[in-house]
């Protein structure tokens, strides 16, 4: 049992499941529910319940012990990955000077806007306070959510579940929201905006692919949203919690 209980048992377990995740991706042709990021958390959480009754422990031990020294190294990264969406801003930044306050504007507002509406409908589900709290930050990259959440008495692992599927479910329907509601004919800076604040990191990947505009103010979305997120939240809680 010790044996397992060493970082390299974690980070094994993530490069196998996302690795797995980018197979059945491509096997299905980029069936959403496929999405590395996705398959490679539900599988990751079989392995650890597998693990759980191989050793006669509870998935939470097991996750504990043979998980987390590994994944907190891995974890470290998303910070670095975070800053570094900074890179194809600077390469658009011209863009960004032009609508800057157009944006901070809208990711402020509708930040709040967002808060609002996920307090209402956690309140009409019936959801605890530590519920609804864990279900506040999603605005924000998954990195930044997590402490977040902790910090308003959340639960950063229900946080980081619900930024994920955000994420997958944006990338999912991106293009289809984009057709549906005619969007196309509207600016590529809030297309760009409205993938990278709900899709994050995946959205902004989408975004990529849609055009260097768009990539460029995903990058900023998920950034700017953050900073947002980190101010918006506390407060909102503090004020409606």
Same mark, same amino acid.
């Given at each position: ?22 197979? @059945? &991706?491509?096997? #299905? ?7 590395? @990021? ?11 319940? /597998? ?7 509870? +998935?939470? $031990?097991?996750? =504990? #012990? ?8 891995? &974890? ?29 504007? $809208? ?7 967002? /808060? ?25 990259? $998954? ?15 229900? +946080? ?16 289809? @929201?984009?057709?549906? &509601? ?5 600016? =590529? ?11 994050? $990191? ?9 055009? #260097? ?13 953050? /900073?947002?997120?980190?101010? /918006? ?5 503090? @004020?409606?919690?």
């Amino acid at each position: 049992m010790n044996g397992l209980a060493t970082p390299f048992t974690g980070i094994l377990i993530s490069i196998l499941v996302y690795l797995i995740g980018v197979w @059945l &991706f491509k096997k #299905s042709r980029g069936f959403f529910l496929f999405t590395p @990021l996705l398959a490679g958390m539900v599988l990751g959480i079989i392995i650890l319940i /597998l693990i759980g009754k191989y050793m006669n422990v509870s +998935t939470i $031990t097991a996750y =504990k #012990s043979f998980y987390k020294p590994g994944g907190d190294i891995i &974890f470290w990264f998303l910070n670095p990955a975070t800053v570094a969406f900074a890179i194809p801003l600077y390469r658009r930044n011209d863009v960004f000077k032009k609508y800057w306050v157009d944006v901070l504007l $809208t990711l402020f507002i509708g930040g709040f806007i967002s /808060l609002f509406g996920i307090h209402m409908i956690s309140k009409l589900f019936g959801l605890s306070r530590v519920s609804i709290a864990s279900m506040l930050p999603q605005g924000a990259t $998954t990195a930044v959510a997590m402490p977040i959440a902790k910090s308003i008495g959340g639960d950063p692992a229900v +946080t980081a579940m619900v930024c994920i599927l955000n994420a997958v479910i944006i990338y999912a329907l991106a293009e289809f @929201l984009i057709k549906i &509601f005619k969007l196309n004919r509207a600016s =590529k800076v809030g297309i760009g905006l409205g993938l990278g604040t709900s899709g994050h $990191t995946i959205g902004s990947a989408k975004a990529v692919q849609l055009g #260097s505009v768009q990539g460029a103010m995903a990058s900023v979305a998920v950034v700017v949203i953050a /900073l947002v997120m980190d101010i /918006l939240v506390p407060i909102y809680a503090r @004020l409606f919690m």
